[in-house]
């Protein structure tokens, strides 16, 4: 079984910045970080591949940046100009691509909490 473990979220002012941390188990190909916000749809911000390749979301191109650690099983999700509209629950999972698309296992964590807000 592989265990994902979300850390780093917290309470930040709009323009602050956050780091977030997922330790995996074992080494993991392709990794992603999720986010569900009050109200939305769990949704794919950002993806890494074994490879290296990276794909964000239109929302937070230029301001969020993932990062892999293959030697520490770890992922990082470095997050800058921060909005309230970033306010969410934020989730890592592996996953497999599929005709180019990210699709993350059945198995979720906790996650860790991001708020945004003066």
């Known amino acids: 079984q592989v265990h994902m473990v979300e850390s780093g979220g917290g309470l930040v002012q709009p323009g602050g910045s956050l780091r977030l941390s997922c330790a995996a188990s074992?080494?993991?190909?392709?990794m992603g970080w999720y986010r569900r916000a009050p109200g939305k749809e769990r949704e794919l911000v950002a993806a890494i591949s074994s490879g290296g390749s990276i794909r964000y979301t239109d929302s937070v191109k230029g301001r969020f940046t993932i990062t892999r650690d293959n030697a520490k099983n770890t992922v990082y999700l470095q997050m800058s100009s921060l909005t309230p509209e970033d306010t969410a629950v934020y989730y890592c999972?592996?996953?497999?691509?599929?005709?180019?698309?990210?699709?993350?296992?059945?198995?979720w964590g906790q996650g860790t909490q991001v708020t945004v807000s003066s």
């Open positions: 074992v080494s993991i190909n392709a």
């Open positions: 999972n592996w996953g497999v691509y599929i005709g180019g698309t990210l699709h993350p296992s059945d198995y």
